[in-house]
Antibody, heavy 124, light 109 residues
Framework: EVQLVESGGGLVQPGGSLRLSCAAS????????MSWVRQAPGKGLEWVAS????????YYVDSVKGRFTVSRDNAKNSLDLQMESLRAEDTAVYYCARDSGWNAGSYYYYMDVWGKGTTVTVSS | EIVLTQSPGTLSLSPGERATLSCRAS???????LAWYQQKPGQAPRLLIY???NRATGIPDRFSGSGSGTDFTLTISRLEPEDFAVYYCQQYGSSPRFTFGPGTKVDIK
């Protein structure tokens, strides 16, 4: 079964740090881009970061650049998000997602496998 | 940055009715870059449509996507009770890599 399981969420004070992890199983992890998407309470979806199959390319939404770092360990089928200098506005459910892929000879951009999410609360 | 606008914000319909959801982009978007998701309360999003018109694996054929350029549509031909949810469109771009629309809530009339 294709599966993503996030962990590492919790309550952290403003300015603090947290490291989220995502364990992948059931698919060839090192052949996919991976992404993090978050959803603030009662709000819509916001893409946060993506990382290429070999980790050579990383992209971030402007609001987290310089504070968040995405990484992956293909040997362990795992994806991480290191979050520093956390702010109240980073409070959200964080989802990891499998990113994009080939279908019938064409490459498409979407997120087709999602974890159940892990909750990050930034509050004093 | 391409901005996605979804309309209506809320759609109140009865089971069995047809739902038509709109997603408009501020600039032209390649069809390969446009996807639709369904999200129910307390659950992760679920991919419905990719490439503007291709159903994802396991998605019932009552869901269909269409459109090109700046105007895209998700249609649910006959609403089932489990279809009442929030629907998001998403596009791929250079920066940011992905953006989502604000969502359309389909609720029971």
């Amino acid at each position: 079964e294709v599966q993503l399981v996030e962990s590492g969420g919790g309550l952290v004070q403003p300015g603090g740090s947290l490291r989220l992890s995502c364990a992948a199983s059931g698919f060839t992890f090192n052949t996919y881009w991976m992404s993090w998407v978050r959803q603030a309470p009662g709000k819509g979806l916001e893409w946060v970061a993506s990382i290429k199959q070999d980790g050579s390319e990383k992209y971030y939404v402007d609001s987290v650049k310089g504070r968040f770092t995405v990484s992956r360990d293909n040997a362990k089928n795992s994806l991480d998000l290191q979050m520093e200098s956390l702010r109240a506005e980073d409070t959200a459910v964080y989802y990891c997602a499998r990113d994009s892929g080939w279908n019938a000879g064409s490459y498409y951009y979407y997120m087709d496998v999602w974890g159940k999410g892990t909750t990050v609360t930034v509050s004093s | 940055e391409i901005v996605l606008t979804q309309s209506p914000g809320t759609l109140s319909l009865s089971p069995g009715e047809r739902a038509t959801l709109s997603c408009r982009a501020s600039q032209s978007v390649s069809s390969s870059y446009l996807a639709w998701y369904q999200q129910k309360p307390g659950q992760a999003p679920r991919l419905l449509i990719y490439g503007a018109s291709n159903r994802a694996t396991g998605i019932p054929d009552r869901f269909s996507g269409s459109g090109s350029g700046t105007d895209f549509t998700l249609t649910i031909s006959r609403l089932e009770p489990e279809d009442f949810a929030v629907y998001y469109c998403q596009q791929y771009g250079s920066s940011p890599r992905f953006t989502f629309g604000p969502g359309t809530k389909v609720d029971i009339k």
